[in-house]
Each structure stands twice: as C-alpha cells, then as structure tokens.
C-alpha cells in the first residue's frame, strides 16, 4: 500500500499545502521546528485518526483558527481511497471514506497500515507500562477488528464501572448493580488478553531474529508479556478486589494494568540496558512491526521516520535501510548531506521552511 497524496487546511503550522508522495523513498528536509513532523503526524492520523504523540484534536488545529482539514488519499490493493478528517475545536472530529461519512472512526482502522518510527520510540522501551500497552493496541487495533471491537467495549464498560465504584461510596446500595459491569468487563477483557499473547508471542519471534542480525548474534532479546491476570483467572482478580476497588474509586484489575518487558543478559532492559542497547530494541521492535503488518496484511505498511538516522551509528543506519526496500518511506531531516555520502536513492524532496513546502524533484 502507499500513500499517494496529503492535502493540509489549518494542520499545526499549515495554513494549506499539498504533497504527492513517490511510491519509493521520499525525504522532507530543513532546519528544527518548520513543520516536517507534522506532516507525518497528518499521515498518520489520516490512517488512524489519532496523533503519534496523543495530541487532542484542537491541539492541532492552527493557532488563531477554529477548524482543520485533512484529506488523504491511499492506495490499497489496486484501489485508491479518499479519507477527509475535519477537526473542529469544542466538536467531535466528522469523517469520510470516498465522500460517506462515517459514524464511527474505528470504520478507518486497517484501511492505511503505517508503521512510526522517531526518536521518541524510545519511551516504549524505557518508559512506563502505559507507552507499552499504548503501541501494542495501536498496532493491533489496525492489524485485528475483533480487538478493536474488544478494546473499545472494555474502554467503555471500564468508565462505566469506575464511575459506579465511586458512586458506591456516596450510597452503599449500589453496589448490587456492580456485577452487571464486571461480568461485562471480564468478557470483553479475557478476549483482549488472548489476544495480546499471540501477538506478543509472533512479535517476539521476529524481534529476536532482527536483534540477532543487528547485533552480529551477540545480544539476545526476549519480548514476556505480563498480563495482570490470565483469561481464567480474571473474574475471580476482580472479585477479590471488589472491595479495594470501591474504596479507591477505580478498577485495579484488568489488561488496562498489563505490561510488557524487554529481557537481554537476563535483565530487563527498561532498567539495566545501556542507551545504545535500548536503541537496538527500539530499531529490532519497529523493523518486527513491519513484517507482522506485512505477513498479516499480506502488504508492506507505509513508513514514516522521524529524524531517525541521526540517532543510529552507521551500522544501524545500513540494515535500517537494507530492510525498508521495496517499502514506501516518508523521512524527515534536516539536511541531505548523510543520504547523498551514503548513495541513499531517494525518489522525491520536499523542502520544509516554516510550513510551506517546495518540491524539489
């Protein structure tokens, strides 16, 4: 699949632009904070509707404006669609696939597969659980309806549930209806929890061979998923902890509490690795994220990376390279300098000057 053009209205800095993208390799260049990353931010929330970095909708909206305008255009299967995102401030985002709205936005998931990859990736490695949980259901929600679905009704039934527990500590009786929303939740969440342990398992296979060839086989990785509790045993967690619950106002357990770990010489990574060993998984995770998008697809997802080549050594910056061949690339720099002395082929430049673009070939 790829990406074949991005219209901008009043996106960040844009007040309108156009790109028309090369199915091949395609750089936009400049100097710090002239809008080459929001760009890819448009992309990828013309794929997924969300930003990469978790930004509200109004927080992407032009300074001094009220609404913006994306329009998308991919190809998939031989077949273009047209996706229109309109952003308003005080107002739920409309969308439209070929010119019919949609009333949901989960009907836009796994129409574009995108694979993001910037510095900030990082966070997945070192960060807390939540930056974990964040890209395992961004990546499953494109690849897998079913956990979509799933994910969505647990996200609800879980609000609804916390805001009766609170409820019941103001009137006791209440708390007969509480058994209604934990049955739910536990239906929805045993099916979230199956789920991630396959992917974790498939991203584990491949993340090991991929760690193995950038590291020369001298560092093994190991991906171990940490549900907080097993399908089988969830209803019965969360019944133990019925009485907490209602005393903290909130549900303590669940796959909204799960994590993932990262393990190399026996040691989780988040805590032991170097910073050059977590940039290795980082590199190992997004090159796996491509093959499972591209064996469950059955097509290369779109690339988008963000200023990545300056934070690899030359060795990581070649088999970064060698394995995105034949895959559409969107790059953000800020010079050309390291692409013309590595004889990079790049397809099509987009110069980036303080958010407006010239197309340079």
Excluded at 93 to 98: E, M, S
Excluded at 236 to 251: H, P, S, V
Excluded at 293 to 310: A, F, M, R
Aim: glycine residues 6%; proline residues 2%.
């Amino acid at each position: 699949m790829i990406i074949k053009s991005i219209e901008l209205c009043n996106f960040r800095n844009y007040e309108r632009a156009e790109f028309t993208f090369h199915q091949g390799t395609n750089v936009l260049y400049g100097d710090n904070a002239q809008g080459k990353t929001n760009v890819l931010e448009a992309i990828y929330v013309g794929g997924t509707t969300k930003s990469h970095k978790g930004s509200k909708d109004h927080e992407m909206i032009k300074s001094g404006e009220k609404e913006a305008h994306i329009r998308y255009f991919v190809e998939k299967r031989q077949r273009t669609f047209k996706v229109e995102i309109h952003m308003k401030r005080g107002g739920s985002k409309g969308i439209a696939i070929d010119g019919l709205p949609i009333k949901n936005s989960n009907e836009l998931m796994g129409l574009s597969n995108i694979v993001f990859f910037s510095p900030e990736d990082l966070s997945i490695i070192k960060e807390g659980p939540e930056e974990r949980r964040r890209f395992i259901d961004m990546e499953l929600c494109q690849l897998n309806k079913a956990y979509l679905f799933y994910l969505t009704q647990y996200k609800k039934v879980l609000k609804q549930r916390n805001s009766l527990l609170k409820q019941i500590q103001e009137n006791p009786e209440l708390k007969s209806t509480l058994d209604i929303w934990s049955s739910q939740l536990t239906e929805h969440g045993k099916k979230i929890i199956e789920i991630r342990e396959d992917f974790i398992d498939t991203l584990n296979e491949i993340m090991k061979r991929k760690h193995g060839s950038l590291t020369g086989n001298k560092e093994q990785i190991e991906v171990v998923y940490q549900p907080d509790c097993r399908p089988e045993d969830f209803e019965n967690k969360l019944f133990l902890a019925e009485e907490r619950d209602i005393y903290l106002g909130t549900t303590t357990a669940g796959p909204h509490r799960d994590d993932m770990i990262f393990i190399t010489e026996d040691k989780d990574l988040r805590k032991y690795g170097s910073q050059g060993q977590k940039r290795t998984a980082a590199l190992s995770l997004k090159l796996a994220e491509i093959e499972i998008v591209e064996n469950t697809v059955g097509e290369k997802p779109i690339l988008l990376l963000d200023d990545v080549l300056s934070e690899l050594d030359r060795n990581r910056q070649n088999y970064l390279l060698e394995n995105i061949k034949g895959i559409q690339t969107i790059i953000t720099c800020t010079g050309l300098e390291e692409f013309v002395k590595n004889r990079i082929n790049i397809d099509r430049t987009f110069e980036i000057v303080n958010g407006t673009s010239k197309w340079r070939n």
